[in-house]
């Protein structure tokens, strides 16, 4: 089973709107954290914001939030006030365990985003 | 800021012919990874390592091999280039802990003929 899904496909969005873009993961840790990062055209990989297993609140980074839902096993990046510079590919990751040999992060397949003037 | 630096931006290798790949971070990061990243697939680990001289393979090691013989220094290779090897890799570093994340290089993108 991947570990990691993101299923949709090129997503749209008018700027200035909210978008949500899907992350759904799997595991039996439960000592686990999800990464969400942005790669723009030109391929750099920026982090955008950190979700752990056991922090009660969801994430926020000045317009990104992550709706972190538990129990469904889902971790959603929710963009404000779209931009055009937000158009990029997104991916979603998981670190499962905290140090050593369960250092790795597992990436998703990502998701494009178009922002629309 | 933390550098990773990748020694070459685009290479390209014939079949047969042993590859290597350097990365080099210069923030006294434990972690080091290598992923290749390809269109509709994302991407995937070939090897990391969270220590010198330790290593973990990833999901894809098939016809890889790494060495870490200092802290700040990750070479992948490629005993014998495939053109199925063809691709963009990825170097990356973090510290140790749970909530570190992952700071890439600029990539190399890689050809085999």
């Known amino acids: 089973a991947q570990k990691i899904t993101q299923t949709q496909p090129g997503m749209f969005v008018q700027e200035k709107e909210a978008v949500t873009l899907d992350c759904t993961y799997d595991t039996s840790d439960p000592s686990y954290g999800l990464f969400w990062y942005k790669q723009p055209s030109s391929g750099e990989m920026i982090f955008l914001i950190y979700?752990?297993?056991?922090?009660?609140q969801n994430a926020t980074e000045g317009r990104y939030s992550l709706n972190f839902q538990k129990a469904r096993k889902s971790a959603n990046l929710v963009i404000s006030a779209s931009q055009l510079g937000d158009s990029a590919m997104y991916f979603c990751?998981?670190?499962?365990?905290?140090?050593?040999?369960?250092?790795?992060?597992?990436f998703g397949k990502g998701i494009t985003l178009s922002v629309r003037p | 800021d933390v550098k990773v630096t990748q020694s070459s931006r685009y290479l390209v290798k014939r079949t047969g012919e042993k590859v290597f790949l350097e990365c080099v971070q210069d923030?006294?990061?434990?972690?080091m990874f290598w992923y290749r990243q390809d269109p509709g697939l994302g991407l995937r680990l070939i090897y990391f390592?969270?220590?010198?001289?330790?290593?973990e393979k990833g999901d894809i090691p098939e016809g890889y091999s790494v060495s870490r013989e200092k802290k700040e220094r990750f070479s992948l290779i490629l005993e014998s280039a495939s053109t199925n090897q063809t691709s963009m890799y990825l170097c990356?570093?973090?510290?140790?802990?749970?909530?570190?994340?992952?700071?890439f290089g600029n990539g190399t993108r890689l050809t085999v003929t």
């Open positions: 979700q752990g297993s056991y922090d009660q």
């Open positions: 990751a998981m670190r499962e365990g905290y140090s050593g040999a369960n250092s790795k992060l597992t």
């Open positions: 390592s969270y220590d010198v001289k330790m290593k």
């Open positions: 990356a570093s973090s510290l140790a802990g749970p909530n570190s994340p992952l700071h």
């Open positions: 923030m006294d990061h434990e972690n």
